[in-house]
């Protein structure tokens, strides 16, 4: 997706959206909601911090349910042994 996209679909201009990018400009809250809503991320990963997308959190709740099951049948296992 390039910048005239991410412009054109969050309602932001081209220019101000560029003087963000290199840190010359920093936009209002709305703006940076709509602009995490075209880029499909979090709030907290449009700003440097490490969020998921909707697709990644799901993926991980997956993964993490299926090692919490593994998990209970290991110790289900070892407390018949004992």
Not at 33 to 41: E, G, H, K, P, S
Request: overall charge positive; glycine content about 4%.
């Amino acid at each position: 997706m390039t910048q005239r996209d991410v412009s054109r679909k969050a309602r932001y201009d081209l220019a101000q959206l560029s003087a963000v990018e290199n840190g010359l400009a920093v936009p209002r809250a709305d703006a940076l909601r709509r602009i995490a809503d075209v880029l499909d991320v979090s709030l907290d990963r449009l700003c440097g911090r490490r969020g998921f997308t909707a697709a990644e959190a799901e993926t991980a709740s997956i993964a993490l349910v299926e090692e919490l099951r593994d998990l209970r049948k290991r110790i289900e296992r070892l407390e018949k042994r004992t």
